[in-house]
């Protein structure tokens, strides 16, 4: 019990501390703060899962670091993160070297960020359903309606 509440108390701490371009700018510093960030993720907190998850898919270094990232952005978005499912669903319709893109799990994804209140998801869905994609056909009356879900978002 001690142990989670110090693992809460120093990653809201390295949170704050993040803001601060001279830590980060530190490779020591910044190693004490990815530390916070991963032992946080890995106790299952959805917000550091997507948070450092973020962080490893845009900033990490080499391919692992992207992998992890796009596994602690699956484990968040599975949790009901908006903005991991978001992030998901836009790398699936980007695709990879591994990986052709796929508009079925784009529409999936961004699915799940549009239930989650993320007004961007629903515009890209209308876009999505309107024009088409790999694997997803077009479909007038999905986009008319994720259309007006994004209108009720302010979009």
Not at 8 to 34: C, D, I, M, N, T
Not at 75 to 98: C, H, I, P, V, W
Not at 143 to 153: C, E, G, I, K, N
Request: with cysteine; proline share 2%.
């Amino acid at each position: 019990m001690l142990w989670h509440l110090r693992a809460r108390l120093s990653y809201v701490l390295a949170r704050r501390l993040f803001h601060w371009a001279w830590l980060v700018k530190q490779p020591r510093g910044w190693q004490w703060l990815e530390g916070q960030f991963a032992r946080m993720a890995n106790l299952g907190d959805v917000c550091a899962q997507s948070f450092y998850g973020h962080i490893l898919l845009f900033r990490g270094q080499g391919f692992g670091a992207r992998e992890e990232g796009i596994r602690l952005l699956r484990l968040a978005a599975q949790g009901g993160d908006g903005k991991a499912a978001y992030q998901l669903g836009r790398l699936s319709l980007a695709g990879d070297t591994r990986q052709a893109p796929d508009g079925q799990e784009a529409a999936r994804w961004w699915s799940l960020a549009a239930a989650a209140g993320h007004p961007l998801a629903s515009r890209r869905l209308a876009d999505l359903y309107r024009d088409g994609a790999e694997g997803l056909e077009v479909d007038a009356e999905r986009a008319a309606y994720f259309a007006a879900q994004a209108r009720q978002h302010g979009l």
